[in-house]
């Protein structure tokens, strides 16, 4: 059985994202493949930048609300 690597909430490192409104806090980083997986947090109306990622970028929405192309998404939304 492969070990487990775990992440608690009281461990949870949230960061300043470059647009204003947000928060991030990666929960894994493989650099082989160039994967990141994480959490964002974002305030009510925040705009977030339509921008390219290398792969595929996947967000889970835990508070607040983001606004992307007049699409608005809120808390336990899953945008991929």
Request: aromatic share 6%.
């Given at each position: 059985m492969p070990p487990i690597y775990a992440v608690t909430a009281k461990d949870l490192k949230w960061q300043p994202h470059p647009g204003p409104g947000v928060a991030t806090a990666t929960l894994h980083?493989?650099?082989?493949?160039?994967?990141?997986?994480?959490?964002?947090?974002?305030?009510?109306?925040?705009?977030?930048?339509?921008?390219?990622?290398?792969?595929?970028?996947?967000?889970?929405?835990?508070?607040?609300?983001?606004?992307i192309s007049e699409t608005v998404y809120g808390a336990g939304d899953y945008i991929h």
């Open positions: 980083i493989d650099l082989h493949k160039r994967e990141l997986a994480g959490l964002l947090r974002a305030a009510p109306g925040t705009q977030y930048a339509l921008h390219r990622h290398a792969g595929v970028e996947e967000i889970y929405m835990l508070t607040g609300d983001l606004i």
